[in-house]
């Protein structure tokens, strides 16, 4: 990211997995604003401090603030988990304004692990971690089973996708571990047959640079005397 290096990387892929809503979204808010892309992945898994019985009752309280006469004009209350991370990076933005609004559309939020990022580095952000910010023993609910109480429909779904993915990934992974095997052996079995044969032809490579650079010494003043 941008922030303390000063060198901003074409896109930045972040794991919200237990991470902070409120601190997550105020560090990619600061980062959407001095010009980083930011691609926030896995948003059902973001933690919010407060159990979850409190933080739904806080959500029905929200669901009540609308316009009388036309509830459409707003507020729009989003239950999607990736939304409300929007919504939430989006009032930490001047997002009405022209840099605002091309700092929030840098920004992209999704459920789960689509491609193609399932297979890009994925960071996260240690100042946002729950582990590391949240007080032990301290209560919390996860973004997706809040949703899933108010309205989104889609939790199950995104728990069996997942599911899916990281099978994928470990027998991907497994198949990596024997490849690496395999090649450490053929590597053992090419030095042991190979060794002394390949110092030999280091030794004569060194040895025919050392001529050619004594050739080169003597070459130069002729050329140039001419």
């Known amino acids: 990211m941008v922030s303390g290096s000063g060198i901003c990387a074409k896109r930045v892929v972040v794991d919200a997995r237990h991470h902070m809503l409120g601190r997550l979204s105020s560090i990619i808010a600061k980062e959407l604003l001095n010009g980083q892309k930011v691609v926030v992945v896995r948003c059902e898994e973001i933690c919010i401090s407060g159990g979850l019985v409190r933080q739904k009752m806080k ?3 929200f669901l009540r603030k609308r316009m009388n006469t036309k509830p459409s004009h707003g507020p729009i209350h989003f239950r999607a988990p990736a939304k409300i991370l929007w919504r939430t990076i989006r009032g930490m933005i001047p997002h009405k304004t022209k840099r605002g609004a091309a700092a929030l559309a840098r920004l992209k939020a999704y459920e789960g692990v689509p491609p193609p ?5 994925r960071m996260v952000i240690p100042d946002a971690l ?6 032990a023993g301290h209560k919390y609910c996860l973004l997706g089973r809040l949703s899933s109480e108010v309205g989104w429909n889609h939790y199950d779904t995104i728990k069996e996708l997942e599911r899916k993915r990281k099978e994928r990934a470990q027998a991907v992974y497994e198949k990596k571990k024997q490849l690496n095997k395999l090649r450490v052996k053929a590597e053992k079995v ?3 047959k190979l060794g002394p044969q390949l110092q030999r032809a280091i030794l004569l490579s060194i040895h025919d640079d050392d001529d050619d650079d004594v050739g080169h010494h003597f070459s130069y003043p002729f050329i140039f005397g001419f």
């Open 59 to 61: 959500y029905m309280r």
């Open 130 to 135: 729950k582990v590391l910010r949240l007080q």
């Open 190 to 192: 090419a030095d042991e």
């Open 117 to 121: 990022y399932d297979k890009m580095k």
